[in-house]
């Protein structure tokens, strides 16, 4: 039996309904943009393994960054303990944030982080004894698979079987041109009830949604809103943080600054599980309190985890070198050039660009679902091909390691203009 069959036997994947789902490609062994399977069949990774491998597979700096960190702590609990990398991290993280951001708080992964930052709202508003027990999140937003994010994200058959069990959340539409105005008021006549804890969003780009993209301009005028009822803001940067947006954090385009903010995937280079919530000195406040349940009771086993952090560390250290931005530029304007080609293509109704990632909606005759046959099509198209790209229904989208080359980036481009033929 090889492992193909044995994953079969065993496994049970992400997203997946097996009863439907072909055989997986074995993935042996991956180096910068490129993994290899059992077969020897090579792929180029262009969405960097769901957006954590900004650096490239075995990268060395990270994987040398964690033997040392292996061999001399590779974990302790964080309960009524520290460590120097712990410490040595947030004081990093907390210098490349936006200055408001003061208290770090570990957890596992993006969800996790989410669902720390919804708690820590709830619970800032119940430890004053005032009831706020509602938030507001976009339409089309996917904030992950925990409940609290569950209930923020808006991409119903992810989170249709939990209906009666959910937050109650409040959708407003992601703002453009046309219902920017619309929105503000609509935001400004909801949090006039003073039932609203938080305000969560992805910062200029909805990944999951199919990298939905909008102005900063809008979001700074939505956070002020909050401000002024005092309804504390959260950006989930899982996706959108260091480097993806063209600046270490989409927030970086802001001149309003979030409460709160959520990161993970990047944050150590696709090597270790973690994640990062980081708070205002106010929210923090909210918690510091002779009585003991006002704390935050919110942990995790690996909360913290030595070997992550340093791993971080040395993610950190590769995405402030002058290679990997001069990276990102050049990858963002080969996207660009590559949009100026594509957007007239008569298959193709739109396209947007933002940092490193590029996006093209593929004209249908109705609504396309998320895991549709055109969906799939495309999909076992890039495959074969050798391209690692997962569509959004209609949409298809590169978000690619910044150490791609040059050529690698051009055959993505070429493998997208030839499924566009068959669609």
């Given at each position: 039996?090889?492992?193909?069959?044995?994953?079969?036997?065993y496994?049970?994947?992400p997203?997946?309904q097996?009863?439907?789902?072909?055989?997986?490609?074995?993935?042996?062994?991956?180096?910068?943009?490129?993994?290899?399977?059992?077969?020897g069949?090579?792929?180029?990774?262009?969405?960097?393994?769901?957006w954590?491998?900004?650096?490239?597979?075995?990268?060395?700096?990270?994987?040398?960054?964690?033997?040392?960190q292996?061999?001399?702590?590779?974990?302790?609990?964080?309960?009524?303990?520290?460590?120097?990398?712990?410490?040595?991290?947030s004081?990093?993280?907390?210098?490349i944030?936006?200055?408001?951001?003061?208290?770090?708080?570990?957890?596992?992964?993006?969800?996790?982080?989410?669902?720390?930052?919804?708690?820590?709202s709830?619970?800032?508003?119940?430890n004053?004894?005032?009831?706020?027990?509602?938030?507001?999140?976009?339409?089309?937003?996917?904030h992950?698979?925990?409940?609290?994010?569950?209930?923020?994200?808006?991409?119903?058959f992810?989170?249709?079987?939990?209906?009666?069990?959910?937050?109650?959340?409040?959708?407003?539409?992601?703002?453009?041109?046309?219902?920017?105005?619309k929105?503000?008021?609509?935001?400004?006549?909801?949090?006039?009830?003073?039932?609203?804890?938080?305000?969560?969003f992805?910062?200029?780009?909805?990944?999951?949604?199919?990298?939905?993209?909008?102005?900063?301009?809008?979001?700074?005028?939505?956070?002020?809103?909050?401000?002024?009822?005092?309804?504390?803001?959260?950006?989930?940067?899982?996706?959108?943080?260091?480097?993806?947006?063209?600046?270490?954090?989409?927030c970086?385009?802001?001149?309003?600054?979030?409460?709160?903010?959520?990161?993970?995937?990047?944050?150590?280079?696709?090597?270790?599980?973690?994640?990062?919530?980081?708070?205002?000195?106010?929210?923090?406040?909210?918690?510091?309190?002779?009585?003991?349940?006002?704390?935050?009771f919110?942990?995790?086993?690996?909360?913290?985890?030595?070997?992550?952090?340093?791993?971080a560390?040395?993610?950190?250290?590769?995405?402030?070198?002058?290679?990997?931005?001069?990276?990102?530029?050049?990858?963002h304007?080969?996207?660009?050039?590559?949009?100026?080609?594509?957007?007239?293509?008569?298959?193709?109704?739109?396209?947007?660009?933002?940092?490193?990632?590029?996006?093209?909606e593929?004209?249908t005759?109705?609504?396309?679902?998320?895991?549709?046959?055109?969906?799939?099509?495309?999909?076992?198209?890039?495959?074969?091909?050798?391209?690692?790209?997962?569509?959004?229904?209609?949409?298809?989208?590169?978000?690619?390691?910044?150490?791609?080359?040059?050529?690698?980036?051009?055959k993505?481009?070429?493998?997208?203009?030839?499924?566009?033929?068959?669609?």
């Amino acid at each position: 039996m090889n492992f193909s069959q044995k994953d079969k036997l065993y496994n049970w994947h992400p997203y997946t309904q097996h009863k439907t789902a072909t055989d997986f490609p074995v993935i042996v062994k991956g180096k910068d943009a490129l993994l290899w399977d059992e077969n020897g069949k090579e792929y180029i990774d262009a969405i960097a393994s769901w957006w954590v491998n900004p650096f490239g597979h075995s990268n060395e700096v990270i994987a040398n960054a964690i033997y040392q960190q292996l061999t001399t702590l590779e974990h302790v609990l964080f309960g009524g303990f520290t460590h120097n990398k712990a410490v040595e991290l947030s004081e990093k993280v907390l210098s490349i944030l936006p200055s408001n951001q003061k208290k770090v708080f570990y957890s596992d992964n993006g969800s996790t982080a989410v669902e720390i930052a919804i708690k820590a709202s709830l619970q800032f508003f119940y430890n004053k004894e005032e009831r706020r027990t509602k938030i507001i999140a976009f339409e089309d937003a996917f904030h992950g698979d925990t409940f609290g994010a569950m209930a923020a994200s808006g991409i119903s058959f992810f989170t249709e079987a939990f209906q009666g069990s959910l937050l109650e959340v409040v959708r407003i539409p992601v703002p453009n041109s046309e219902n920017e105005e619309k929105v503000l008021n609509t935001l400004e006549n909801l949090l006039q009830s003073n039932q609203f804890a938080a305000f969560i969003f992805e910062p200029l780009v909805l990944g999951a949604a199919g990298m939905v993209m909008y102005e900063a301009s809008a979001l700074d005028k939505l956070i002020a809103i909050c401000k002024k009822h005092q309804v504390f803001t959260i950006a989930d940067e899982v996706m959108t943080g260091f480097g993806k947006t063209g600046r270490t954090f989409a927030c970086d385009y802001l001149t309003q600054k979030p409460d709160m903010m959520c990161l993970s995937k990047a944050l150590t280079g696709g090597t270790i599980p973690m994640a990062i919530t980081t708070f205002t000195q106010e929210i923090f406040d909210g918690f510091y309190s002779d009585d003991v349940n006002k704390a935050l009771f919110h942990g995790h086993t690996f909360t913290a985890n030595p070997t992550g952090c340093a791993a971080a560390l040395a993610s950190i250290q590769l995405l402030e070198s002058d290679v990997i931005q001069q990276n990102i530029a050049q990858v963002h304007q080969l996207h660009l050039a590559f949009q100026e080609k594509i957007k007239t293509h008569p298959k193709v109704k739109t396209t947007r660009v933002l940092g490193v990632i590029f996006a093209l909606e593929i004209k249908t005759e109705g609504q396309e679902s998320y895991y549709g046959n055109l969906r799939n099509k495309l999909y076992n198209f890039f495959i074969e091909n050798g391209i690692i790209l997962r569509p959004v229904g209609n949409i298809v989208y590169i978000l690619p390691p910044y150490i791609i080359s040059e050529n690698q980036l051009k055959k993505v481009y070429e493998t997208i203009e030839k499924a566009l033929e068959i669609v």
